[in-house]
């Protein structure tokens, strides 16, 4: 945790100090600061970081206009923070390249634990397999890389959205429900109502199929959930 960098986006005082007290007790001591877009841009573009997190409400700009900014500049997690709670804002920020999204007020702890499950996967350590390099037809992703090619071309994916596809490539033609995929990707306990792997499916789906309205790759089998056909299938979906 030394050696992981990691940046708070927050335009409230009061949040900085007590999101950056609790990681520095959890020994992540590399962290900055900033309570404005502007300076957000401006340390994104000078460092590299581990974990971004990002205010929704910020003095001159939204974090929701400035994410896809950021993720320009970088693959790594970015949490967004928010007081608002409603699945249209939850869906504005992953559609927008957040990997994740943290409800004020919330339980620091809860917050380190997912930062740091969070850094185990954006670090490669999900996968146990030794294989570096998973090829299917057109479609190549490269774990020591950590980059997707797709006929050649590199495919940019967010943090969260690379590990779904990383997953499915290292278990093809098998099926997962919804809850599965959650707890095995996202390491925590599936509650029912996340729409967040309904969410992640459709910007993969966006990336990697030639007609994401109609999936050929990341195919839905009706009532029970996603798999992945590398042959680009024959198979019923939807």
Request: charged letters at 25%; glycine letters at 6%; a neutral charge.
């Amino acid at each position: 945790m030394q050696e992981t960098r990691l940046l708070i986006v927050d335009d409230e005082q009061a949040i900085l100090h007590m999101l950056t007290t609790i990681l520095k007790r959890e020994e992540f001591i590399h962290i900055d600061t900033a309570s404005n877009a502007k300076d957000a841009l401006l340390f994104c573009q000078s460092k590299r970081y581990d974990l971004i997190f990002l205010d929704v409400m910020l003095p001159d700009r939204s974090g929701f206009e400035i994410c896809p900014l950021i993720r320009e500049r970088t693959d790594a997690p970015i949490f967004f923070l928010t007081a608002r709670s409603t699945d249209l804002d939850k869906l504005s920020g992953f559609a927008l390249g957040a990997d994740d999204y943290i409800t004020k007020p919330f339980n620091p702890l809860e917050v380190v634990a997912r930062v740091k499950a969070h850094l185990r996967r954006h670090s490669g350590k999900i996968s146990k397999s030794s294989q570096s390099v998973y090829q299917y037809g057109n479609i190549q992703v490269n774990t020591l890389s950590g980059e997707v090619y797709i006929k050649g071309k590199t495919v940019a994916l967010t943090a969260q959205v690379y590990q779904l596809f990383l997953f499915f490539c290292q278990h093809p033609n098998q099926l997962f429900s919804k809850s599965q995929l959650y707890e095995k990707v996202w390491g925590e306990e599936f509650l029912g109502e996340d729409n967040t792997v309904m969410v992640h499916i459709r910007k993969l789906r966006e990336k990697i199929e030639n007609d994401p309205s109609k999936p050929l790759y990341i195919v839905t089998v009706r009532g029970l959930g996603y798999k992945f056909v590398p042959n680009g299938g024959r198979h019923e979906h939807q």
